[in-house]
């Protein structure tokens, strides 16, 4: 049973921008009480660890890896059971799989499936 869907990976030039999203499915526990998990959007560069890039909490508290600062902005909507990750101003080192989770203490946590973004000219 899929429980969160990403879409919006693709291929940009340098300096554009795209917006991903990643959606609740399902009837679990998660896409039910979604707006009590914390969101985050990590990344896994080509041959590199997967790294945290952006949280937003259940309260709408946003935190920034040092790189994405001023660049990247999340966001969420919890009517649509939805986060996203506006990116602007896009690096090559930019490129990488892009993976949503979700947490919340003392419950499961749940990860996409992964969306690939490639930053080239």
């Known amino acids: 049973q899929v429980q969160l869907v990403e879409s919006g990976g693709g291929l940009v030039q340098p300096g554009g921008s795209l917006r991903l999203s990643c959606a609740a499915s399902?009837?679990?526990?998660?896409?039910?009480?979604?707006?009590?998990?914390?969101m985050e959007w990590y990344r896994q560069p080509p041959g590199k660890q997967r790294e945290l890039v952006a949280g937003?909490?259940?309260?709408?508290?946003?935190n920034y890896h040092d790189s994405v600062k001023g660049r990247f902005t999340i966001s969420r909507d919890n009517a649509k059971k939805t986060v996203y990750l506006q990116r602007n101003g896009l690096k090559p080192e930019d490129t990488a799989v892009y993976y949503c989770?979700?947490?919340?203490?003392?419950?499961?946590?749940?990860w996409g499936q992964g969306t690939q973004v490639t930053v080239s000219s």
């Open positions: 989770h979700g947490q919340r203490p003392l419950y499961n946590d749940y």
């Open positions: 399902g009837g679990s526990i998660f896409s039910l009480r979604f707006s009590m998990y914390n």
């Open positions: 937003i909490t259940s309260g709408s508290s946003t």
